[in-house]
């Protein structure tokens, strides 16, 4: 056998743990610790804030072309965000849906075990959530209670959906804005 053949043998048959799933979560993990040490973690999450904004959109267009364009009601919602998460094999769970609120849990992140010390990976489900629920619902302020980026054991995430007072420091808010086409259409 030529030795060409047994090296490229011996490559494809290493028992390196890669596919396209753990290399993407690797680099994701990278970019974003990348982006914490460089500018700060409040700025890194405010980066995958914008990009989470845009993959709120994404879904919740997604979401619309398969179940209708009215409105998502309240329990549609919560419905919806523990769906798209288990899609992306996170562990999400309704706790309670009330009128002023939606109440998660989470005990497996989608990013596994690449979100350990990435806090700022948590505001893509802050986003995207609050996009959401902002974009069918008209409100949400969006708290992370604990999060398993940084050691919890588990998410705990309450989309309130009624403003009041001034913001805590985890949290974020979100209002309906147009339709996606609308915004485009609107910046050119």
Avoid at 49 to 58: C, I, L, P, S, Y
Avoid at 119 to 138: E, Q, W, Y
Avoid at 145 to 173: F, K, M, N, W
Wanted: proline share 4%.
């Amino acid at each position: 056998m030529h030795p060409e053949t047994t090296r490229s043998r011996a490559i494809e048959e290493a028992g390196i743990d890669l596919d396209s799933d753990s290399f993407m979560r690797r680099l994701l993990r990278e970019l974003s610790g990348t982006i914490e040490r460089v500018v700060g973690l409040e700025d890194a999450s405010g980066y995958v804030a914008t990009v989470g904004g845009v993959m709120g959109d994404w879904l919740n267009a997604a979401y619309h072309a398969e179940l209708g364009e009215a409105d998502f009601d309240l329990e549609t919602v919560a419905q919806v965000f523990v769906d798209l998460k288990r899609r992306i094999d996170g562990g999400f769970a309704v706790v309670a849906v009330e009128p002023e609120r939606i109440v998660l849990r989470n005990t497996r992140c989608p990013f596994g075990p690449s979100v350990f010390g990435r806090p700022s990976l948590c505001m893509m489900t802050s986003n995207v959530f609050g996009r959401i629920a902002a974009d069918n619902l008209g409100y949400a302020r969006v708290k992370l209670h604990q999060v398993i980026a940084s050691g919890a054991a588990q998410c705990e995430v309450t989309v309130h959906l009624r403003p009041r007072g001034s913001l805590q420091a985890d949290e974020r808010e979100y209002y309906r804005l147009p339709p996606v086409a609308n915004r485009i259409d609107a910046a050119r």
